[in-house]
Nanobody
Framework: QFAETGGGLVQPGGSLRLSCVAS????????MAWYRQTSGTERELIAGITNRDDVKYEDSVSGRFTISRDNARNTAYLQMNRLKPGDTGVYYC????????WGQGTRVTVSA
C-alpha cells in the first residue's frame, strides 16, 4: 500500500515536497518511483530511484525535481522546485515497475 501526502496549491516557481509511506512489501529491496497523471492523460513515470539510490528523471522534470528515500521510514519523497502550470496533476508513488495496487495520490495544482 501507498499513502501519498504533501500536495496542494502553489504558485508558478514555487516548491512542494511530496511524501509516500509504503507498506506490505520489502521497501528496502524495491525500486520506487513517482508517477503523475494530468488531466486527460495516462499515469506517467516521472522519477525513479533504485534500492541503491540510483535515480532517473523524465525530461520535463529533470533539474527541478529530486527523488529520495528513507528506508528506515519506508518512505519515498519527491522534492519539486520551480513548479510550472504543466506540473499540475495527481501524483502517485509505487514500485518500479508498479504493482497493481495504487494509493489515492496527492493533488498538485500550480496556478497563479
Amino acid at each position: 500500500q501507498f499513502a501519498e501526502t504533501g500536495g496542494g496549491l502553489v504558485q508558478p516557481g514555487g516548491s512542494l515536497r511530496l511524501s509516500c509511506v509504503a507498506s506490505g512489501f520489502d521497501f528496502n529491496m524495491s525500486s520506487m518511483a513517482w508517477y503523475r497523471q494530468t488531466s486527460g492523460t495516462e499515469r506517467e513515470l516521472i522519477a525513479g530511484i533504485t534500492n541503491r539510490d540510483d535515480v532517473k528523471y523524465e525530461d520535463s522534470v529533470s533539474g527541478r525535481f529530486t527523488i529520495s528515500r528513507d528506508n528506515a521510514r519506508n518512505t519515498a519523497y519527491l522534492q519539486m522546485n520551480r513548479l510550472k502550470p504543466g506540473d499540475t496533476g495527481v501524483y502517485y508513488c509505487n514500485m518500479r515497475p508498479p504493482n497493481a495496487t495504487w494509493g489515492q495520490g496527492t493533488r498538485v495544482t500550480v496556478s497563479a
